[in-house]
Nanobody, 119 residues
Framework: QVRLVESGGGLVQPGGSLRLSCVVSVSVFTFSNYAMRWYRQAPGKERELVASISAGGGVTDYADSVKGRFTISRDNPKITVYLQMNSLKSEDTAVYYC??????????WGQGTLVTVSS
């Protein structure tokens, strides 16, 4: 069974930065054939899509709320997808999750990583 392990969250002040990582327990071959996505879920809100990256890494897309501040990337040999978050705002506070983007999040969800932006 596929396992997603997110890490890198924490408490950061407004304007600060964090880099999230998501390691996927699949083969390099499999990982290299899946688009990947980062989602987030804030308290009391539904999970929302934050960023997407194509299987090869050449195409990315972002929610309007994070465009210009967040950067998604991937390292296929390391079966890892990253989310670099800069200029963080209080409204970015949420649990962040990764999942595959080929079938709209069909892999079992991981535990996520909590990002708290507060002074």
């Amino acid at each position: 069974q596929v396992r997603l392990v997110e890490s890198g969250g924490g408490l950061v002040q407004p304007g600060g930065s964090l880099r999230l990582s998501c390691v996927v327990s699949v083969s390099v071959f499999t990982f290299s054939n899946y688009a990947m996505r980062w989602y987030r879920q804030a308290p009391g809100k539904e999970r929302e899509l934050v960023a997407s990256i194509s299987a090869g890494g050449g195409v990315t897309d972002y929610a309007d709320s994070v465009k210009g501040r967040f950067t998604i990337s991937r390292d296929n040999p390391k079966i890892t997808v990253y989310l670099q978050m800069n200029s963080l705002k209080s409204e970015d506070t949420a649990v962040y999750y990764c999942n595959e983007g080929r079938y709209g999040g069909s892999w079992p969800w991981g535990q996520g990583t909590l990002v708290t932006v507060s002074s």
